[in-house]
Each structure stands twice: as structure tokens, then as C-alpha cells.
């Protein structure tokens, strides 16, 4: 599925996001077209430029106007912009975050830093949102967020400003030897409204690279933002999940029966008990326990009530998961839930092992029935293919 890779080398900001989409074949002509309907006087050009041993795009705004802009006057232009609606949407929700985070930060229905409410950053949401409809791209992914570790000379303030670090929760960061801001507010909000956190590539087939720099220049080497327009393959997708583990020797299997309903009905991924020896010889039970972050502390409190443990063992792990598609096959005795599953080519399909037994105990007949039923229905089925 065609797809936009965001590859921070090391920064990202509105304008950089927005020369490096026009470099993968967006028209800059679309945006221009709109600032003159609103009869704005600013209008925007690539340039090509070095920077470092890169030949690389820079976005020029000419006679551009840093009027300050409220909420609902951007939000209003945005709206009667006539955009498509994946493009509005985007564009509304790249304002909206930036929003959001001057209210909790400054605590004020105000908009607070002219840099985030000018006419340049309502050219940079709308901008992503156009681009990335122009583009066709479905999911976009984020390869790594690189941030300052250092205090800029002079300055009250980290590099890393308190609202893009408000605004990128939940995404992985990661410290640099930098003294630079090289994240905006609103390069961080493009990739919050684009990317998911949780959502890792596999691997892809590169279509179309594009680079682009920003106004920012840096002591160590080229400020850089490259986009990827890619091939991904979304029958793979790679999780960040977390392992969770305990060991008992002084437990019941009813109490750890208990457990492991009580684990899944407290949102585990997967739980699994296994006995072994541990010291003294003694025999024990292993609890394994996959969670996602959300629900990570909730599994932690379950296991230390509901069992004599002290001590619980837990690690972010990598997990590789195949598409799955669900469908509904109707054979004599009802319908039954069929998943289905494509890697390169090869489908696996299998049938829902409780749609079964629920068919199998209400006609009173062995489950093994149900099972050739189904089996003699799958040649039927239209599979899709990814």
C-alpha cells in the first residue's frame, strides 16, 4: 500500500515537511491558488539549495504576513477553504493539537506565541493536508524522533520546547549531542496527526525520495528532513508491546486459574502458565503475560492482588503481526466466522473455534461436524489479496 515515510535527519518543521512533498511531485501551485483566494499577498516557491553534500528543497514565503491568528479565524479559513475532506481533516487537526497545547501550557483561551499563529502555519497545515491528499498515500510512519539534549547559550528554555514535547507523548524520543531547537511545535503536530506510535514498518519498497531543510542551520553537519514515498507491505506490522512475567511456588492451579480469566478480562494480549522447577527443587508455575502500554499497569496491580508474588518482571518487546480479515461463511447449521491472513502470497484461513463449538453443542453433534462443514465452504470464499 503506498505509504510516506517521515525520516528526521535530524529535524522536521512545517516548512520542511511541506518543500520535501512537493519534491515527491506535489504542485505548489495549489497552495498559492489558495492564499490568493483569501487574498493573502504571500506566496511560496522551492528553491534548490546545498546543504552539507546534499542538493536538497527550502520553501521561500514572499512578503509573508505574521498577522496573529485566534483559533477561530484559522479554523474558519481552513473550513471554507472547500479542501477535500482527508485534506481538511488533516489540516484541522495539525491546528487543533497546536492549540490544544498552548491552552495547557499558558494556560489561556489565547493563542500565546506568534510563531504558532501566523499566516506561515496556516500554509504549513494546510500545505500537509493538500500534499498528502495530492499524494494518495494511506498510513505514514515515523523512523526516528531526534531531540536536543542541551540548553541553547543564552536561552531560559531547553531546545526542546515544552510544547512539542507536550504534543509527541507517547512517541519514542531521542536525545542527541544538538543545542538547536530541531523539532517544531508544528513539525511535531504533523507527525502526532500522520503517525501512530505504536505502528513500526517491516519493510518497503522505496518509490520516490525527496529532501528539504529549513531556516535552522546546524554546527554538526546538514538539518535535513527526508520523506520516502513507499511500498509497504501491511500484511506485516510491527508492534512495541510488553512481556510481563512472574514465577510462584506456593500458588493453587484454581488460583491461577482465577488469574489468568481475570488477566484477560483486564485487557492481556496473551496469557500463559507453565510449571517448572525452580530453587530447593521446588515446583512452581510461570505466569506470562503480553500487554500493550495502555494496560500495562492495570496487569501489574491484577498480578501482585491475586497472587503471593513480590516481584514482577516486565520488558518492551518487538511483535510482528500478519493482517488479519474477518469474514462470515454460512454452512447448514449457521454462520461462522472465518479469519484469514496473507503472507507474500500464501492465505491461511481459520474458522472461529467458538462460532464452532456454539454450533456443535446447539445441534447436539460432535465438533469434528462443524469443522468438515466449514472446511468444504472455504474454496468459496473471495479472498482479497494484499
Known amino acids: 500500500m503506498k505509504s510516506l515515510i517521515i525520516d528526521t535527519q535530524p529535524g522536521i518543521s512545517g516548512d520542511m515537511f511541506l518543500a520535501a512533498s512537493i519534491g515527491l511531485g506535489c504542485k505548489v501551485d495549489k497552495i498559492n491558488d489558495l492564499l490568493a483566494k483569501f487574498k493573502y499577498k504571500t506566496r511560496i516557491k522551492i528553491k534548490k539549495i546545498h546543504s552539507g553534500h546534499f542538493k536538497v528543497n527550502k520553501l521561500i514565503i514572499f512578503d509573508e504576513n505574521l498577522k496573529h491568528l485566534e483559533l477561530v479565524e484559522i479554523v ?82 531547553p531546545s526542546f520546547a515544552p510544547a512539542t514535547l507536550e504534543i509527541l507523548k507517547g512517541f519514542k524520543l531521542r536525545y542527541i549531542d544538538i543545542d538547536e531547537e530541531i523539532i517544531t511545535p508544528t513539525g511535531a503536530s504533523i507527525i502526532k496527526t500522520l503517525s501512530n506510535p505504536r505502528h513500526l514498518m517491516s519493510e518497503f519498497t522505496a518509490i520516490k525520495t525527496s529532501y528539504a531543510t529549513g531556516n535552522k542551520q546546524l554546527k554538526v553537519g546538514p538539518n535535513l528532513l527526508r520523506l520516502i514515498l513507499a511500498d509497504v507491505d501491511l500484511n506485516l506490522r510491527d508492534e512495541e508491546i510488553y512481556l510481563i512475567e512472574t514465577a510462584v511456588d506456593d500458588e493453587t492451579p484454581e488460583v491461577l486459574s482465577y488469574l489468568q480469566e481475570k488477566l484477560f478480562k483486564s485487557g492481556a494480549l496473551d496469557v500463559y502458565i507453565h510449571s517448572h522447577y ?12 503480553l500487554s500493550d502500554k495502555n494496560n500495562l499497569e492495570c496487569l501489574l496491580d491484577a498480578i501482585f492482588k491475586e497472587t503471593t508474588t513480590n516481584g514482577i ?7 510482528r503481526k500478519l493482517f488479519q480479515e474477518m469474514k462470515y461463511i454460512n454452512i447448514k447449521y449457521g454462520k461462522v466466522r ?11 484461513i481459520k474458522p472461529e473455534y467458538e462460532d464452532c463449538k456454539l454450533l456443535a453443542l446447539k445441534f447436539k ?19 482479497k489479496k494484499k
Not at 82 to 98: F, Y
Not at 113 to 118: P, T, Y
Not at 338 to 348: A, F, L, Q, R, Y
Request: charged content about 30%.
Open 76 to 157: 474558519e479559513i481552513i473550513r471554507k477553504s472547500k479542501l477535500s475532506e482527508t485534506a481538511e481533516t488533516i489540516a484541522l487537526k495539525i491546528v487543533e493539537n497546536l492549540i490544544e497545547v498552548e491552552k495547557k501550557i499558558h494556560n489561556t483561551h489565547h493563542l500565546h506565541s506568534d510563531e504558532i499563529a501566523s499566516v506561515d502555519t496556516l500554509i504549513d497545515a494546510v500545505g500537509a493536508g493538500l500534499m498528502i491528499d495530492d499524494l494518495g498515500v494511506k498510513n505514514c510512519f515515523i523512523t526516528s524522533i531526534n531531540i536536543p539534549r542541551f540548553y541553547k547559550k543564552g536561552r531560559k528554555y
Open 278 to 289: 525452580g530453587k530447593k527443587n521446588r515446583i512452581g508455575f510461570t505466569v506470562k503475560v
Open 313 to 319: 518482571r516486565y520488558q518492551k518487546i518487538n511483535r
Open 338 to 348: 472465518i479469519k484469514i491472513s496473507n503472507i507474500k502470497g500464501v492465505s491461511k
Open 365 to 383: 453433534i460432535p465438533l469434528k461436524v462443524i469443522l468438515e462443514e466449514v472446511k468444504l465452504k472455504i474454496p468459496n470464499l473471495e479472498l
